[in-house]
């Protein structure tokens, strides 16, 4: 009985030496978070819906910007005149529906870029987590209580976190790319004169060249806005579902993956029985 006690106590202790190493190892993981392919890819996957979002939320602020100068168009009643009107002032309802998506766009273009920076530090937290349940199952002998949520949670944010990304990298494009193209077709058939800038009169020009040149820009002006009149809820309408793209993306995708996830991490922190 002796013999076999002490081999108990041998095996315990040999395991304890096992899980102290199996910590310190976990422990390195952690510091190595910004070579990790796992991490690498998220944070990849992160950026590119940042970096589309960014060109969305630039193409909503310049559109805005036209729409804003065009409505301070004044037509006059001849050449010389004491009176004048802003007929595309009607367009002022679009105007600020396109700056209010603009600026939920610019949300989602921060969020997803704080998601991008922040995926490695979380790996790096989440392989800590386990170095440490690891080194009280070493010195305590068992896994219950803290150990045991630092173990399952610890693993969530190392392994079930960035999986729901790179997931997400692999399966999102093919989920949306149609909605994307078709409502993206549809901004640029509508607002594909966003780029009209004011004209830059010259030194030597005359009067007549410059009411020219103003007339050309009230002209460019007037086409933009006409199909943006005519089609303005056709227009916010893909603008939003543009949108929605970029939550499903970022948001819901992962959300969804990284809750399978969370439901088994959740289920493992449990005590048995």
Do not use: C
């Amino acid at each position: 009985m002796g013999s076999s006690y002490g081999t108990g106590r041998g095996g315990a202790g040999l395991r304890r030496w096992a899980l102290a190493l199996l910590a310190v190892l976990a422990l390195a993981v952690a510091m190595l978070w910004r070579e990790n392919p796992a991490t690498q890819g998220a944070e990849g996957y992160a950026g590119e819906v940042a970096a589309a979002s960014a060109a969305v939320y630039v193409t909503l602020r310049t559109l805005n910007a036209v729409l804003s100068s065009a409505q301070e168009v004044e037509v006059g009643a001849g050449l010389i005149v004491e009176g004048s009107a802003q007929p595309l002032k009607v367009l002022e309802p679009v105007d600020d529906t396109v700056e209010r998506i603009a600026g939920v766009v610019f949300g989602v273009m921060v969020l997803t870029g704080v998601l991008a920076v922040a995926m490695g530090p979380v790996w790096a937290v989440g392989w800590s987590m386990v170095a440490a349940a690891l080194a009280i199952h070493a010195i305590t002998g068992g896994v219950a209580g803290v150990g045991r949520r630092l173990l399952s949670y610890g693993g969530f944010l190392a392994l079930a976190l960035p999986a729901a990304f790179v997931l997400s990298a692999l399966v999102a494009d093919r989920l949306t790319q149609d909605v994307w193209d078709r409502h993206s077709a549809v901004v640029s058939e509508i607002a594909g004169g966003v780029e009209i800038e004011a004209p830059v009169a010259e030194d030597d020009e005359g009067y007549w060249e410059a009411m020219r040149r103003q007339f050309d820009r009230i002209a460019d002006y007037t086409a933009l806005a006409g199909r943006i009149y005519e089609r303005g809820d056709e227009l916010i309408g893909s603008f939003i579902a543009i949108l929605a793209v970029f939550v499903f993306k970022i948001f819901v995708l992962p959300a969804l993956l990284a809750g399978a996830f969370l439901v088994v991490a959740r289920g493992l922190a449990r005590p048995a029985g």
